[in-house]
């Protein structure tokens, strides 16, 4: 196995895909039994192979390839699942920061702040808002969307960043003027 991991090194394309097809089902079925999400196992799988190639370099003669690949796909796995709560908390977030304003006691300003809301969803792109919908509205996760949509969940969590910036930056202004 030290060979393959130097010819890996050493930009082998050939030992790269065997190496890919030897471990691709084990690792897939690794992230799925922890997520029960065969999009997520599926794209958390291939990203750690394309780590592995990228950063072949760095491979380790000290390690097994297996070890390296396992180390790979466990922290490539952790990124996903943190990337996908803190955007549960920046959204979680920001209703909370939406309830401390003081707009109980003023109906007017009350429906202001819902009407900038309102406004700057409706001023996402269709796919933006749709995911956006489908994620806080819906209680869909990352995966799930990902699926129904067909499309990677990277790009759920990117149109869900993208979102819930344009709100922020709404209602930021709107925070500034009546909280002064």
Same mark, same amino acid.
């Given at each position: 196995?030290?060979?393959? $991991?130097?010819?890996?090194?050493?930009?082998?394309?050939?030992?790269?895909?065997?190496?890919?097809? +030897?471990?691709?089902?084990?690792?897939?079925?690794? &992230?799925?039994?922890? #997520?029960? *999400?065969?999009?997520?196992?599926?794209? &958390? #799988?291939?990203? *750690?192979? $394309?780590?592995?190639?990228?950063?072949?370099?760095?491979?380790?003669?000290?390690?097994?390839?297996?070890?390296?690949?396992?180390?790979?796909?466990?922290?490539?796995?952790?990124? %996903?699942?943190?990337?996908?709560?803190?955007?549960?908390?920046?959204?979680?977030?920001?209703?909370?920061?939406?309830?401390?304003?003081?707009?109980?006691?003023? !109906?007017?300003?009350?429906?202001?702040?819902?009407?900038? $809301? %309102?406004?700057? &969803? +409706?001023?996402?792109? !269709?796919?933006?808002?749709?995911?956006?919908?489908?994620?806080?509205?819906?209680?869909? *996760? %990352?995966? +799930?969307?990902?699926?129904?949509? *067909?499309?990677?969940?990277?790009?759920?969590?990117?149109? &869900?960043?993208?979102?819930?910036?344009?709100?922020?930056?709404?209602?930021?202004?709107?925070?500034? $003027?009546?909280?002064?």
């Amino acid at each position: 196995m030290i060979n393959k $991991i130097a010819e890996i090194r050493e930009g082998n394309t050939a030992v790269f895909e065997q190496i890919y097809y +030897q471990f691709h089902e084990r690792l897939y079925l690794y &992230v799925w039994k922890r #997520t029960k *999400s065969e999009l997520l196992a599926e794209d &958390v #799988t291939q990203e *750690s192979f $394309i780590k592995l190639w990228d950063r072949r370099q760095s491979l380790s003669l000290s390690f097994t390839l297996e070890v390296q690949l396992a180390r790979i796909v466990r922290t490539t796995l952790i990124d %996903h699942l943190r990337k996908e709560s803190n955007q549960r908390r920046a959204y979680t977030s920001l209703s909370e920061n939406l309830s401390k304003i003081s707009v109980d006691g003023d !109906p007017l300003l009350k429906k202001e702040l819902e009407e900038r $809301i %309102h406004v700057a &969803v +409706q001023n996402l792109s !269709p796919e933006c808002k749709k995911i956006f919908q489908l994620s806080r509205e819906g209680g869909f *996760s %990352h995966s +799930q969307i990902a699926a129904m949509l *067909s499309i990677s969940p990277k790009t759920v969590e990117n149109q &869900v960043s993208k979102a819930l910036r344009m709100i922020r930056k709404s209602v930021f202004i709107f925070t500034l $003027i009546h909280n002064l």
